[in-house]
Structure formats: structure tokens, C-alpha cells
């Protein structure tokens, strides 16, 4: 074998020593991506997961306050109740202490004429007497019946009072609530929560146009979807641009729709891919 022959087996050794290690860098690239790509997919899941817990606590709590406010409601009519048919004792009460004093205003007079009268008649007039301290007796229970009753008025015009300030305090919670669910992009209308309990139909649509958000806000895009297409709020769509000549199809993200018209729809960016700008012209789906 010549010189060149030899120095040609060798030079085919050496490129198949560097095709070996680059094709073995190329695999191990391969293989981290993948479970990099796992990983990531893994941890979207249980971050979905955990925001339809939360979600659903949310709702939970906000069923429970209405629930609560409703037996307040309740409770406070009944207490409303309660304190009329305590007036409207009192004022009889009243009216028979009225009557009694009456009464015994005139037996008084009845005996103190009957005493000027005839000194013979002691008898009677001590048996008026008699009846005189009975009355004042009853007219003495009465007084404290009619005490008594006005503390119980007192003491549900408290509770009343009470009452009410709860329900005003409920519905502030009520209010912090919605305030919430606002700040989190979540809609306190119970109708937005099939868009997150039932799966968006098969749907293919275009980016209309997109707008950026601030430090604190979120990113809002404006697609060609809407009512009429089966949309409600919740629906979460993927966003992609297609190939084009040399360039391949890339996923730019994912988007939330927050408001829906017949024929439209905004979303908000609600998971965005490395690199990924959404733009006008974007495709949108709900089958990737």
C-alpha cells in the first residue's frame, strides 16, 4: 500500500472518531430538551391545578357569604317581627295601666267620700281600702311588666342594631371579594365559570390586534373569534404563527378570554413561549 493510501485510511479515521462525537453531543442535546420539555409540561399541570383549587374555593367561599347574608336577612325580619308584636304589647299594656289608674282613682274618691259621708261605714271603706291596695298591687306589676318589656325592646334594638352592622360588614367582604377576583382577572359573574369548567369548541381564528400591558398589567389580545363561535369567558386558546417559506410554525403561547362579543373576543397572555411575541396576523386555536 502507497503512502497515500495509508494517509487517506487515516484522515477516514480521524472524521469518523469527530462524526461519533458529534452525533453522541447531538443525542444528549436531544434527550435534556425532552425532559426539559417533560418537566415543563409536568409543571403546568399542577399549576393548572392548582388555580382551579383556588377557583374553586373562591367560589366556595363566596356561596358560603351568600348563604350567610341570606340567614342574617332572615334572622333580622325576624327580629323586626319580634320587636312589633313587643310594641304592640307595650301600647296595650299601657292603655290597661291608663285604665287602672283610672280605676283606682275612682275608688279613691269613692272611699274618701264614702269616709266624709258616715265614720259607721268603716267597715266598708277599709274593704275598699282593701281593694284600693289591690289595685295599687296590680298597678305595681303592671308597671313592672311595662319595665320589664321596655328592656326587652331595648335589648332587640341592640341585637337589631347588631345585626345590621353584620350585614353591612358582609356585604364589605362581599364587595373585597369581588374587588379579588377582579384584581386576579376573574369575573364575579357566576356565568363565566363554564368557560372554565367546560373546554373551549374546535375553533381556528386570527390575532386582530394586540395591545402591551404596563409593569403591573397583563397583555390583551383582540381575535377574530367570538359568541358566535361557541366562546365564553374563561375559554383558553393557544396562539401560533404558521409557517411561511423557509420558516417553521412556532407556538408564541396561550391566552384567556376575559370578554366575549358576537363576533370578536379579547384575551389576556396568560402563559407566553421563550422568545414568543403574539402579533396582529397570529393565528389562534383551540387544538394545539
Known amino acids: 500500500m502507497s503512502f497515500l493510501g495509508k ?21 444528549s442535546t ?14 403546568l399541570k399542577t399549576e393548572q391545578a392548582a388555580h382551579q383549587n383556588d377557583l374553586q374555593a373562591d367560589q366556595l367561599a363566596k356561596a358560603n357569604l351568600q348563604q350567610e347574608l341570606k340567614n342574617e336577612l332572615m334572622n333580622a325580619s325576624v327580629a323586626a317581627g319580634s320587636a312589633k308584636l313587643l310594641e304592640d304589647d307595650v301600647t296595650s299594656l299601657k292603655k290597661e295601666l ?9 275608688q279613691r274618691t269613692l272611699a274618701q267620700v264614702a269616709t266624709e259621708e258616715a265614720r259607721q261605714r268603716r267597715d266598708e271603706a277599709l274593704q275598699q281600702r ?4 289591690d289595685l295599687h298591687k296590680l298597678l305595681t306589676e303592671k308597671n313592672d311588666k311595662v319595665k320589664a318589656l321596655e328592656d326587652i325592646v331595648f335589648n332587640k334594638s341592640v341585637e337589631e342594631k347588631s345585626l345590621t352592622d353584620k350585614h353591612s360588614k358582609l356585604l364589605q367582604e362581599s364587595a373585597i371579594y ?22 373551549p369548541p374546535t375553533v381556528q381564528g386570527e390575532v386582530l390586534e394586540t395591545k402591551r400591558g404596563g409593569r403591573a398589567g397583563s397583555d390583551l389580545v383582540e381575535i377574530s373569534l367570538g359568541l358566535d363561535d361557541g366562546l365564553v369567558e374563561g375559554h383558553k386558546l393557544s ?15 396561550e391566552i384567556r378570554i376575559v370578554y366575549v ?7 389576556v397572555v396568560v402563559a407566553r413561549a421563550k422568545n414568543g411575541i403574539i402579533a396582529k396576523g397570529d393565528n389562534v386555536t383551540s387544538k394545539l
Do not use: H
Open 7 to 27: 494517509l487517506l485510511i487515516a484522515f477516514q479515521l480521524v472524521l469518523s472518531i469527530v462524526f461519533l462525537a458529534f452525533a453522541g453531543a447531538v443525542f
Open 30 to 43: 436531544q434527550q435534556n430538551w425532552k425532559t426539559l420539555a417533560e418537566t415543563n409540561e409536568k409543571n
Open 98 to 106: 291608663v285604665a287602672a289608674r283610672t280605676e283606682r282613682d275612682s
Open 130 to 133: 282593701a281593694v284600693n291596695n
Open 178 to 199: 369581588k374587588k379579588i377576583l377582579a384584581a386576579n382577572g376573574l369575573s364575579a359573574d357566576p356565568k363565566s365559570v363554564v368557560g372554565l369548567q367546560a373546554p
Open 239 to 253: 396562539v401560533y404563527r404558521p409557517a411561511a417559506g423557509d420558516r417553521a410554525a412556532s407556538y408564541l403561547g
Open 261 to 267: 362579543t358576537p363576533d370578536r373576543s379579547v384575551g
